[in-house]
């Protein structure tokens, strides 16, 4: 009897998704830039609801949290893109 038709293996499953490559690998890196959107869209929320604006902080750290969110995986993909894969 062959040994191969017993053996049983256990692929983990291609599927791309939100938090996924291409490759079907979780990414930390979007994982990162999707809370740094959220938290950019919460300040963004509370600056334009507050009442009592005086300053323009709330401004200045919704800025810093969408260029957290979009500046590092452009900066990623460039440099993917710039260097071949290695073997």
Known sequence: ???????VTQE???ETGL???DQ????M??????????AGIWFAWMTLTDDNITT???VYITTTFLLAAFAPKA???Y?????PPKK
Do not use: H, W
């Open 12 to 14: 983990a499953p291609n």
């Open 75 to 77: 900066l990623q993909k």
């Open 1 to 7: 009897m062959n040994d191969q038709t017993n053996q």
């Open 79 to 83: 440099v993917e893109n710039s260097y």
């Open 56 to 58: 323009n902080e709330g």
């Open 24 to 27: 079907g690998k979780r990414s």
């Open 19 to 21: 938090l996924t490559d």
């Open 29 to 38: 890196m979007r994982l990162m830039s999707f809370m740094a959107l959220i």
